[in-house]
């Protein structure tokens, strides 16, 4: 017990050195930041004073103005001044930025976890046409593999209410119930869809489900990661004629799909 009790203390010890061994660098970083701000502050409200609605120049000034708000914690007041401004005329693109920062800091963590521990309960039992466990062999590949948190939250769900008895109302009903709220009625409005959408017992032949995946830009990022996972036929130790023909489905829909991203 003394021994155990030792070992956390030294270590604790140790965590506590290095962050203090830290603090010059931070300040400096800081220091930096703040000086960074006093020439961008200028720059950033002439554009709000002059109505500027040129999306690619606001979108860089909401970069710098990110970037620091996530790495070191300075600007945040003009940073949520300038996407209210943006919000004015491009919603989504302020929207983005603050979904941006909320994954930046951890705030979706507990929704995604969320997700993957229901999908995991759900697909248990099941094997993927490789004989491995489901959920790790594919359904934890596609949550993975989303670029921001609604489509990890959507990657590993997305096969729930196609291979097990739960519909996408129940599941998405928990996912908001575990998470006490955090999932707003918009978010979980948009992965609904996308859920639905990805959901292919929903329609009446193969072509008519690809086709209508355009409908969710966040539903066409989760199939192409999926099937990306399923064209990797090495899982297979003895692939068959069969998996041979749907290799080749799969990469005639992920080149369809990727041309609906081509659209956007």
Not at 40 to 68: C, F, G
Not at 116 to 126: I, M, N, R, S, T
């Amino acid at each position: 017990m003394n021994k155990k009790t030792n070992n956390l203390t030294t270590t604790d010890g140790s965590f506590k050195a290095l962050v203090h061994s830290l603090k010059p660098m931070i300040k400096a970083i800081q220091k930096q930041q703040k000086q960074h701000l006093k020439l961008l502050e200028p720059i950033v409200r002439k554009a709000i004073a002059s109505k500027n609605q040129e999306v690619n120049e606001l979108s860089k000034l909401s970069d710098s103005l990110s970037e620091m708000v996530v790495f070191s914690g300075v600007g945040q007041e003009l940073y949520h001044e300038l996407l209210d401004y943006i919000e004015t005329f491009d919603p989504e693109l302020a929207q983005w930025y603050r979904d941006y920062n909320k994954e930046m800091s951890g705030v979706y963590d507990d929704l995604i976890e969320e997700a993957a521990h229901l999908a995991k309960e759900f697909h248990q039992g099941q094997k993927d046409k490789a004989g491995v466990d489901y959920f790790d062999g594919h359904v934890t590949y596609v949550g993975n593999a989303g670029d921001n948190w609604k489509e990890k939250i959507a990657g590993f769900l997305h096969d729930v209410a196609e291979d097990t008895p739960h519909t996408v109302e129940e599941i998405i009903s928990l996912l908001k119930e575990k998470t006490n709220g955090l999932l707003t009625n918009e978010d979980a409005q948009e992965i609904e869809t996308a859920l639905n959408l990805l959901n292919s017992s929903t329609a009446s032949s193969r072509d008519e489900y690809i086709t209508r995946i355009k409908e969710s830009f966040l539903a066409t990022k989760v199939k192409l990661n999926d099937l990306k996972h399923n064209m990797d036929i090495s899982r297979i130790q003895n692939p068959t004629e069969k998996d041979q023909e749907r290799l080749i489905r799969y990469k005639k829909e992920y080149n369809t799909i990727l041309d609906y991203l081509g659209t956007e």
